[in-house]
């Protein structure tokens, strides 16, 4: 009705108000008003928008073809990905080909079935939402006006509780919350204890500096308060899990005002409220946890920002607080600060005006040094700040090294050999014993060596890499495999896997045979933390942490277990499902709906996140740490999914009414051609 009542309205300024309201008053009734109104719309609009829309008939078809390789392309890379999660190596034989072209059937299936719901779905949303006429942005019927930064406190506030009680579970048994090794490690170094990577009396850069300071001050409240450095980090996730549960709420109001249906955001909240990945991890205290409280804010207000093209930002206290999010963004993550300076950066491409991009550029520029230079200055800590996380950078040089090592150990010149000695703590010798395809800490973990090795050590990697170069491909498909496989080992458990253990699985392989993979293949579902990880020695430390341990354990593991058995929504606990499928399924989406151009620096935050994963230690669900990595994904897939459903709806509005004015401005709709579309007795009636 509005998007026809809009139709009207254009009709109405077309054909003359003076000539229907003399209509009116003659026969003393609408309905001549309504009939030419309708006959219009029949005859008129309607055939100009077919003829609109079907005058890029070649594009669609290359847009097509295009789509077609791409999810074909896609099963491939999983059928392939799942070879390397089992074996620990790519080999192209025709099982894994037959494989990636199943895969690649049923990916471009589902991605076709998606586009489809979300070309539907957006199109009823046209039909009953109308564009703000001051940022275009669609709002539903029922929706108030969009303004700006505002939402309904009555409904965020009765969403939150919802999600509290469906959490409710799970908080229980997770009391008083779990703790993860890194922040056990992070507590230690806030009070002066030595740890694995510090001498003592040093808080280091390798955890951020932020978080750590965080933790320790609570638990200096819980010493303080309770007597227990533990009850004061149980006080931190239950406000962890207050302000995640009612950010997630006020995500669902967000897409209210945004031309969202209420069914879309009736599922995302039920998304937000049984999926088990979200109470497990907001009961828990680890870095990313924290990161996810500035994380979900700052996105909405950066999609405010591109959907109003910077006009969001134009009053001080939504800059002010756009700015700090973005500050709390960069500092609870050490790929924080990357992710939202580059996001910052590509808001020059939606933000119009050369001053506006200038303010992007400056912005970004302003958060690297304030976090990297300025916070880490100002910031009182109890002990100094000691640089480190210099082996970050060469975690998958030092992968591609170690596999070198197990498979060529001998074709190495003695001045490689030193370079590699004197470079890492784990000897070029003690590599093969060490090597774990799919997890970096058994070679490079915390620290490296003697840093004046490092630029002989980067020349023998090169020499060797020319060497072999397979040796090194291999190495890094093993690290990145668990972001695209479903499927991985399941005997041995690769969580043990050391060089005897997969070179022997190599052997039960043979070149062209895969049987015995594939019958010890599991999917590659999330792993979850339900029990506290920290070091022993910080109980030994703080003997309060010794008792810190969760109410039920065997219950979240009997709930997550029920929910991986579920048909459909278990697939919802694949790994791979939010850091690759989902993914190329909105990538397919936005390219098949040939809207890529107004979506791709959308995208940025969501592409930045992922890039991010390629460095990681681990990609394989092999510990929770593996899934820690891409919680963030969890997050901002499907809040982008709800984006995408807007931009849809947003665009149905605009080609099936505003383009309406456009039609008659540039003359494919005319005064005469209207009144020649009326049926006779109306026109001339209309003409007298």
Avoid at 49 to 75: D, K, Y
Avoid at 371 to 396: G, R
Wanted: net charge positive.
């Amino acid at each position: 009705m509005r998007m026809r009542r809009r139709c009207y309205h254009a009709i109405d300024s077309l054909i003359g108000y003076r000539v229907l309201r003399k209509l009116e008053t003659m026969c003393e009734t609408k309905n001549i008003t309504n009939g030419i109104r309708k006959s219009c719309l029949q005859n008129v609009w309607m055939p100009a928008h077919g003829r609109l829309q079907r005058h890029i008939t070649a594009s669609s078809i290359v847009r097509v073809i295009f789509c077609i390789i791409m999810a074909l392309l896609s099963g491939q890379i999983v059928a392939y990905a799942n070879q390397i999660a089992c074996e620990a190596r790519l080999d192209f034989t025709w099982m894994v080909t037959r494989d990636g072209l199943r895969y690649g059937v049923m990916l471009l299936v589902f991605f076709e079935i998606m586009y489809h719901v979300y070309r539907l779905w957006s199109s009823r949303l046209a039909r009953t939402s109308v564009a703000s006429p001051t940022t275009g942005i669609p709002i539903c019927s029922s929706a108030i006006r969009y303004t700006g930064f505002r939402w309904s406190t009555l409904r965020t506030l009765l969403s939150g509780i919802f999600l509290l009680l469906a959490w409710s579970p799970y908080v229980y048994w997770y009391y008083p919350g779990t703790l993860w090794y890194d922040t056990g490690d992070q507590i230690l170094q806030f009070f002066g204890y030595q740890v694995l990577d510090s001498s003592g009396q040093y808080i280091t850069t390798h955890h951020p500096l932020f978080d750590t300071l965080l933790f320790g001050w609570f638990a200096q409240i819980g010493s303080a308060l309770f007597n227990s450095k533990a009850l004061g980090l149980a006080l931190l996730i239950g406000i962890q899990i207050m302000v995640g549960a009612f950010e997630l709420s006020y995500a669902v109001e967000w897409f209210r005002s945004h031309g969202t249906g209420c069914i879309a955001r009736a599922l995302l909240l039920l998304f937000f409220a049984f999926f088990p990945f979200f109470p497990t991890f907001y009961c828990g205290l680890v870095k990313d946890s924290v990161h996810a409280l500035f994380l979900v804010p700052w996105l909405l207000m950066y999609f405010d920002v591109a959907l109003t093209h910077g006009t969001a930002l134009s009053r001080p206290w939504p800059a002010i607080l756009f700015g700090l999010l973005s500050i709390g963004n960069a500092l609870t993550t050490a790929t924080g600060m990357y992710i939202t300076a580059l996001s910052l950066l590509a808001a020059m491409f939606f933000v119009p005006g050369r001053v506006r991009r200038i303010g992007c550029t400056i912005a970004s520029a302003v958060l690297v040094v304030f976090c990297q230079l300025v916070f880490p200055a100002v910031i009182p800590t109890p002990y100094p700040v000691q640089k480190s996380d210099a082996h970050q950078m060469f975690i998958l040089p030092m992968q591609m090294t170690a596999r070198y090592s197990s498979q060529f150990h001998d074709d190495v010149t003695s001045t490689e050999r030193i370079a590699i000695d004197g470079f890492n703590m784990v000897s070029f010798d003690e590599m093969p014993q060490q090597y774990n395809p799919y997890l970096a800490d058994p070679i490079i973990h915390l620290e490296l060596g003697d840093p004046s090795y490092q630029n002989q050590y980067v020349r023998a990697w090169i020499s060797m890499g020319l060497r072999h170069p397979d040796s090194y491909l291999q190495a890094f498909l093993c690290m990145e495999s668990g972001w695209f496989a479903t499927r991985k080992s399941s005997e041995p458990d690769p969580s043990q896997y050391m060089s005897d253990t997969w070179l022997h699985i190599h052997d039960k392989v043979e070149a062209h045979s895969l049987e015995y993979s594939y019958q010890h293949r599991t999917p590659t579902y999330m792993n979850f933390t339900t029990e506290t990880a920290i070091p022993g020695y910080v109980s030994v430390n703080m003997p309060d942490f010794e008792t810190h341990t969760v109410r039920n354990s065997a219950a979240i593991d009997k709930a997550i277990d029920m929910f991986k058995e579920l048909p459909v929504a278990n697939t919802l606990m694949v790994q791979s499902m939010w850091t690759f499928i989902l993914p190329m399924m909105m990538l397919y989406a936005t390219i098949r709906g040939g809207k890529f151009t107004k979506m791709f620096w959308l995208f940025a935050p969501m592409m930045l996140t992922l890039l991010s994963l390629i460095p990681s230690g681990i990609s394989l669900p092999l510990k929770p740490t593996g899934s820690r990595y891409m919680f963030m994904l969890v997050i901002i897939v499907p809040i982008m999914m709800m984006l995408m459903l807007s931009t849809f709806a947003r665009d149905n509005i605009g080609t099936r009414a505003a383009d309406f004015g456009d039609m008659i401005r540039d003359g494919s709709v005319t005064r005469t051609s209207v009144k020649s579309k009326l049926p006779h007795d109306i026109n001339q009636s209309a003409t007298n």
